[in-house]
Structures are given as structure tokens and as C-alpha cells.
């Protein structure tokens, strides 16, 4: 089992910034891949970032590319998510999740992942 718990949520106003951390525990934290995804009220949850084992491949979807940096550091067994020029479309509860089987197709599919942490909630304000 891998216990995963988010934080850094909260309200920001447009173009301004927050960094959420997700940190894990209960296995190695390197035998995953990570990601991030979120959930707007009425929507479904959907994809946003992921980094593989070892931080070598980064995913993005299209509505971040550019704002939001994914990392990781391996010694923490933390990975983060910074999100710059923020819009009011980015509100959402924000999940991230391991992923033990990680090939180019799966790191953006919900399914593919093993394990979620409970979300943490970003408001932007307009």
C-alpha cells in the first residue's frame, strides 16, 4: 500500500501561484511514477501532469503547458506540483496519485493508477 496525502491547496487570485505537495509513504517511492489530476465541480477528474520514476519523462496536458511544473525529489519521497499564472478555470480539487506501471499511453489515463491521496482544493479567484 502507498499512503498519499496532498496539501498547499487554498485561495489564490489570477495570475498568481501555489505549489502543491504530495507525500508518500508505505513503499519505495521511486518504484512509481506520479501524477497530478483534478476535478471541477459538475466535471470529471482529468489529467494534468506526470513525471516518471525518476523525473527523466514529464507529461503535461495542454491547458497547463507552460504554467505548472511537475517534480520530484526521490530523498522525500515528495512530489510537487507549481502552478504559475493561475486562472479562474484551474479551480479544482487536485488529486495526485502512483502509478507502478508507467508506459508513454498510461501516465494519462485515471485507471492506469494504483493509489490517490484524498485532494486538496485550489480556489482562483477572478
Known amino acids: 500500500q502507498v499512503q498519499l496525502v496532498e496539501s498547499g491547496g487554498g485561495l489564490v487570485q489570477a495570475g498568481g501561484s501555489l505549489r502543491l505537495s504530495c507525500a508518500a509513504s508505505?513503499?519505495?517511492?521511486?518504484?512509481?511514477?506520479m501524477g497530478w489530476f483534478r476535478q471541477s465541480p459538475g466535471k470529471e477528474r482529468e489529467f494534468v501532469a506526470a513525471?516518471?520514476?525518476?523525473?527523466?519523462?514529464?507529461y503535461y496536458a495542454d491547458s497547463v503547458k507552460g504554467r505548472f511544473t511537475i517534480s520530484r525529489d526521490n530523498a522525500k519521497s515528495t512530489v510537487y506540483l507549481q502552478m504559475n499564472s493561475l486562472k479562474p478555470e484551474d479551480t479544482a480539487v487536485y488529486y495526485c496519485?502512483?502509478?507502478?506501471?508507467?508506459?508513454?499511453?498510461?501516465?494519462?489515463?485515471?485507471?492506469?493508477?494504483?493509489?490517490w491521496g484524498q485532494g486538496t482544493q485550489v480556489t482562483v479567484s477572478s
Open positions: 513525471i516518471s520514476y525518476r523525473g527523466g519523462s514529464i
Open positions: 508505505g513503499r519505495t517511492f521511486s518504484d512509481y511514477a
Open positions: 496519485a502512483a502509478l507502478s506501471r508507467a508506459y508513454s499511453s498510461t501516465y494519462y489515463a485515471e485507471r492506469a493508477y494504483d493509489y
